[in-house]
């Protein structure tokens, strides 16, 4: 079974900063695809990036983008620039591409503090 | 607008009760999930339906129950059978075959 882990429960960074958050997971598969979603007070979660396995560019968007190791099962997360409405927990999601389910299969979360 | 809703915002059970969550979509999904968030860890997956009048059992699908009769709509009953029930609960929507899942804004059940 496919596994994800954030080994940080909580991070800090000064506004204007740069900061990255961990992520590795675990699988078997080929064919997969990983995601970043942001959640922050109102708990809505919101996708903030998202890579698949078989592109070796790695995603941005903006300010957000990831550093896919696909041999070291890392998917990290850097976020230029933080802003205060940075601020939230940040889930790192695995999805595979062979299970007809397509659930997301989520990590513990990361809790990301801005100081202003 | 286009979204996910989901009601009620909060929801107070007394043991014993059955309650059920709503969800609704309009964005013509047809693929629909339910998440349930305990504190400090991630979303778990208790039920999901690609198709009206389908649905199939996630991961902690034990003492939940769904229907799926309208493609927009994906409601979720907890029975009495769940024996910890008080968390926050996620419903989620995508394409058939789209990478990503939308939310809504959640449901926070606490049984008292």
């Known amino acids: 079974a496919q596994t994800v882990t954030q080994s940080q429960p909580e991070m800090s960074v000064q506004e204007a900063e740069t900061v990255t958050l961990s992520c590795t997971y675990d699988t078997s598969e080929s064919d997969y695809y990983l995601f970043w979603y942001k959640q922050p007070p109102s708990r809505q979660m919101i996708l903030v990036i998202r890579?698949?396995?078989?592109?070796?560019q790695n995603a941005t968007e903006n300010r957000f983008s990831v550093n896919f190791q696909k041999a070291a099962k890392s998917f990290s997360l850097k976020i230029s620039d933080s802003q205060l409405g940075d601020a939230a927990m940040y889930f790192c999601?695995?999805?595979?591409?062979?299970?007809?389910?397509?659930?997301?299969?989520f990590g513990s979360g990361t809790r990301l503090l801005v100081r202003p | 607008d286009g979204g996910i809703t989901q009601s009620p915002k909060y929801l107070f059970r007394k043991e014993g009760q059955n309650v059920t969550l709503s969800c609704e979509q309009n964005l013509n999904h047809d693929a629909m999930y339910w998440y349930r968030q305990d504190p400090g860890q991630g979303l778990r997956l208790i039920y999901y339906s690609q198709i009206v009048n389908d649905f199939q059992k996630g991961d902690i699908a034990e003492g939940y129950s769904v229907s799926r009769e309208k493609k927009e709509s994906f409601p979720l009953t907890v029975t009495s059978a769940q024996k910890n029930p008080t968390a926050f609960y996620l419903c989620?929507?995508?394409?058939?075959?789209?990478?990503?899942?939308?939310f809504g804004p959640g449901t926070r059940l606490t049984v008292l």
């Open positions: 999601a695995y999805r595979s591409g062979m299970d007809s389910s397509y659930k997301l299969i």
């Open positions: 890579q698949e396995a078989y592109k070796q």
């Open positions: 989620a929507s995508s394409r058939t075959g789209q990478r990503e899942q939308f």
